[in-house]
Nanobody, 124 residues
Framework: VQLQAFGGGLVQPGGSLRLSCAAS????????IAWFRQAPGKEREFVAT???????AYIDSVKGRFTVSRDNAKNTVYLQMNSLNPDDTAVYYC???????????????????WGQGTQVTVSS
């Protein structure tokens, strides 16, 4: 199984980025895909997730600004990030899990496979 996260970069406050997570080696449509992030000196935190059935969940700080979506035909999940602010600066990771129950969607341990991360820097 391989997950590749890309699309990060440097953006000014208020700007937008779209991250992509391309998966291979798994039955993609059966998997819940999540985004986590880790800022320097901080623990990895859950950002958003999309279940196999399309249900989504977000951390409170990104609700209304970030949107997670999936294209099962392309084995890809997207994270559209709008109204970015410096607190969003982090390395963003995508992760895949099979049979992830609702109550565990925000837990890193619920996901079996992880991508390498892509850096997002929000700065003027």
């Amino acid at each position: 199984v391989q997950l590749q996260a890309f699309g990060g970069g440097l953006v000014q406050p208020g700007g937008s980025l779209r991250l992509s997570c391309a998966a291979s080696g798994l039955t993609f449509r059966q998997y819940t895909i999540a985004w986590f992030r880790q800022a320097p000196g901080k623990e990895r935190e859950f950002v958003a997730t999309i279940r196999y059935n399309g249900n989504t969940a977000y951390i409170d700080s990104v609700k209304g600004r970030f949107t997670v979506s999936r294209d099962n035909a392309k084995n890809t999940v997207y994270l559209q990030m709008n109204s970015l602010n410096p607190d969003d600066t982090a390395v963003y990771y995508c992760a895949a899990g099979n049979r992830v129950i609702m109550s565990a969607m925000s837990r890193a341990g619920a996901y079996d496979h992880w991508g390498q991360g892509t850096q997002v820097t929000v700065s003027s």
